[in-house]
């Protein structure tokens, strides 16, 4: 009966408006689906919302578009049919509200909710923090029991490396890295000097500002550049992060599926010096006021609504060549899932030690099945449908684009990307198979690094490679004082040793690197048992675990200190560095011819598509807008409604990790305690997570999902597992984001976590 009136509620929620709507025109996204939604319901005497009609057809045709893209007609047309009072034009303004309270965290999302720095993200983007403040010893395990800081004083720092980067200006640098790179001839002399070219606009953007902190990214496969001024943040601190039990419910078992019951949300808040300026922690560090920040709200969402989410996605694929994606499909996916599964055995092996091993293992677990459970589905997905196929057909239509009189030069651009494609792929397993020994092991990483700092030194700054200039140590000084809190001898160990055993499996002339990374004479015969008592040696003379160590060659050590030092992990990154610089030395020459080729592929593709085309994400600001939108709109099975809702939970709850439910939150569910946080449109439900058909990826983790006003309904959080494939090519069909609603946030800092002061600072009130 519950479900049955829960189930009526959602369909008068979709029936609100009718399904006649305005005349799609050249409006985005309604050219691959016209038809109505099956779900909608005949239409009303006088909708309510006319539009509705329009947004129940409409289908998302992907695209994590910049801000500059939202002036194109298509985007325009698109809000205005949707009934989107908000212009799409004003998105175009990403210092504006609302783009300008959406910040990076390095890896995520997270945007500001009050004017004292406030920040919200994902449960699962805090990770690090709660592990650098988690002490078994002292019986402190916020990785599982969560944390909430009562006054600000009670907030505790996210670590020395976590940053928050606020964009404070944006320019098109396009002619300064592109203009003249055609006339030099050597490709390893054009990668310098598109390198050279980089290094310079980010010193005078950052010339005199030690708190600015400026990046130069490539879009269009190279053919546009785009510097990004941001302010850079690095006093982070942790201020309520709900039990594992709430932000991880459901935990691997449920990750990339629907439905879900998480609540996948965390807040930070960002410090700054008492002038205003980015400082280091400090006790007397002060809450930065951002320009700008999102009103969240409890109003809620239903079906068909617009949505959007602004935030900083990690890197898609889209325009990659048919030739490419064949390879990854053949080869990449398999062979890093088959890595994956054995990484994901080491951390489940050590995941009841009842040391710091056990708490790391499990945040470790955690991230390896993420990305194997999604390489799973992006392989899953372009194999068992027509993507593929798809793909294939754009490739084609670019090829013959390109071969039309008067594209020539684009034609000569394309042959060459598809050699060095075919060149690169030869060697791929054995440049992935040393990739992965040389990175298995945190000390090894650490000792190259340090290798890398010392042999960049001896060069004047502005000559040295991005990355080893002198703006760089700063960061690199963080990690190096966070590692203690994340790094473990028995995890690190077990999995270099697993990046070398697999390299067994290559013929021996394939892997000479090996000989000589373990220091094995020519003859000698390289088993399990030699790495396994090369490695006992090594761990038990490793010095590198001293951060004292560390910090002083990062700082200033030399070539002739390192080469000096007993360390076997030292010793062992001196053998191997010249075969780092060697394979460098290639990998920038063929940098070097891409530079030319890429744009051109990727500008043809443009022109095949008509101009609409969104640049691959490449951790820059993007938009992604579409409609509350169910996996299977036309069903009318529970587990395919756009919204989960707490009554759900107490079903689905085991008692046992991942469905163990705080019993205080299964104790107001049975007592149904949601106050003005039920929805009526639910039954009178609490709603705890929903669909809609945006299109985003890793790095959206933590970015707001905002409604028509641009205020905050939930959070981004996942996606599900038959869409991840839309990294390669979109597909509307399947393609869904996961958001946890802001009701379900709020209702949980109101009655049952005591968070009424962070309520007040986001402009609400608490009502339980």
Request: with cysteine.
């Amino acid at each position: 009966m519950k479900q049955t009136a829960i189930l009526c509620g959602l369909v008068f929620a979709a029936c609100r408006g009718g399904t006649q709507g305005p005349s799609a025109g050249p409006t985005l996204g309604t050219t691959h689906d016209t038809r109505p939604s099956p779900s909608a319901a005949p239409p009303m005497a006088a909708p309510p919302d006319p539009a509705l009609g329009f947004r129940l057809k409409y289908a998302n045709p992907g695209g994590m578009w910049l801000p500059q893209q939202m002036t194109l007609p298509g985007h325009v047309e698109t809000f205005r049919n949707m009934g989107v009072a908000l212009d799409a034009r004003t998105l175009s303004d990403p210092l504006a509200a609302p783009l300008s309270a959406v910040v990076s965290t390095g890896g995520c999302t997270a945007s500001f909710v009050s004017p004292d720095g406030l920040l919200v993200t994902n449960h699962h983007c805090v990770q690090s923090a709660l592990q650098v403040n988690t002490n078994k010893k002292d019986n402190q395990n916020l990785v599982e029991d969560g944390f909430l800081a009562k006054t600000q004083a009670d907030e505790k720092s996210a670590g020395p490396a976590q940053r928050v980067f606020v964009a404070q200006a944006f320019k098109d640098v396009t002619k300064e890295m592109r203009d003249g790179l055609d006339k030099i001839k050597d490709p390893a002399a054009r990668k310098q000097d598109s390198e050279r070219r980089q290094k310079g606009l980010l010193a005078a953007c950052e010339k005199d500002r030690p708190g600015v902190r400026c990046s130069v990214r490539p879009y269009f496969g190279g053919g546009m550049y785009i510097q990004t001024e941001s302010l850079e943040i690095r006093d982070v601190r942790l201020v309520y992060a709900p039990a594992r039990s709430v932000g991880n419910y459901g935990g691997e078992k449920d990750n990339w599926n629907w439905p879900r019951h998480t609540g996948d949300w965390s807040f930070y808040r960002a410090y700054v010096g008492k002038d205003g300026s980015p400082a280091d922690f400090s006790p007397d560090n002060v809450p930065f006021h951002p320009k700008g920040y999102l009103h969240v709200t409890t109003a809620g969402l239903r079906p068909g609504d617009f949505v959007m989410v602004t935030g900083y996605p990690g890197f898609t694929g889209r325009t990659r060549t048919a030739a490419e994606i064949h390879h990854e499909i053949e080869w990449t996916l398999p062979y890093r899932i088959a890595l994956s599964k054995e990484r994901y055995a080491i951390a489940e092996a050590h995941i009841a030690d009842a040391t710091e091993t056990g708490t790391k293992a499990t945040v470790a677990k955690q991230n390896i099945q993420n990305g194997r459970a999604k390489d799973e589905g992006v392989l899953a997905g372009l194999t068992k449908g027509d993507l593929l196929a798809q793909k294939d057909a754009l490739d084609q239509q670019i090829k013959g684009w390109a071969a039309k009189p008067g594209h020539e030069a684009i034609k000569q651009a394309i042959e060459k990307l598809e050699q060095l494609g075919a060149e690169a792929r030869r060697t791929a397993r054995v440049d992935f198979d040393r990739g992965v020994a040389f990175s298995g092991s945190r000390l090894l990483g650490t000792a190259l690094t340090l290798t890398r700092w010392a042999d960049e030194r001896t060069k004047k700054n502005e000559d040295r490679k991005p990355g080893f200039q002198d703006r760089d140590l700063r960061p690199v000084l963080g990690g190096q004082k966070q590692f203690v809190r994340t790094y473990d001898r028995t995890l690190d160990r077990a999995n270099f040793r697993l990046g070398l055993v697999r390299a067994l499996q290559l013929p021996e002339a394939d892997r000479p690197w090996l000989a000589t990374l373990l220091e094995v004479k020519k003859g000698v015969k390289i088993d399990e048992a030699l790495i396994d008592k090369t490695l006992d040696a090594w761990y038990a003379a490793q010095q590198l675990e001293d951060e004292k160590l560390r910090v002083t060659l990062l700082e200033t050590g030399t070539l002739a200190q390192l080469k000096a030092s007993t360390d076997p992990f030292l010793k062992a990154a001196q053998r191997v560095w010249p075969i780092v610089k060697a394979e460098e030395k290639k990998a920038d020459a063929r940098q070097g011819e891409l530079l030319l080729v890429t744009p051109s592929y990727v500008d043809a593709m443009k022109q095949v598509l008509g101009g609409q085309l969104a640049p691959d994400a490449n951790q820059s600001l993007r938009i992604s807008y579409g409609t509350v939108k169910s996996f299977k709109p036309e069903s009318k099975d529970p587990a395919d409604w756009p919204f989960t809702v707490a009554s759900q939970i107490p079903a689905k709850d085991t008692g046992k990790e991942p469905f163990d439910s705080p019993k205080k939150l299964l104790a107001a569910i049975k007592a149904k305690n949601y106050g003005p946080y039920g929805d009526p449109s639910l039954g009178g439900e609490l709603p705890i997570d929903f669909l809609s058909d945006l299109d985003i990826t890793n790095g959206n983790s933590g970015s707001p999902t905002l409604n028509a006003k641009g205020e905050l309904v939930g959070l981004a959080f996942d996606g599900n597992i038959e869409g991840v494939a839309s990294d390669v090519v979109f597909n509307p069909a399947t393609t869904r984001t996961i958001s946890v609603d802001a009701r379900y946030m709020i209702w949980t800092l109101d009655l049952l976590d005591g968070g009424d002061h962070l309520i007040k600072e986001m402009g609400l009130t608490p009502k339980l």
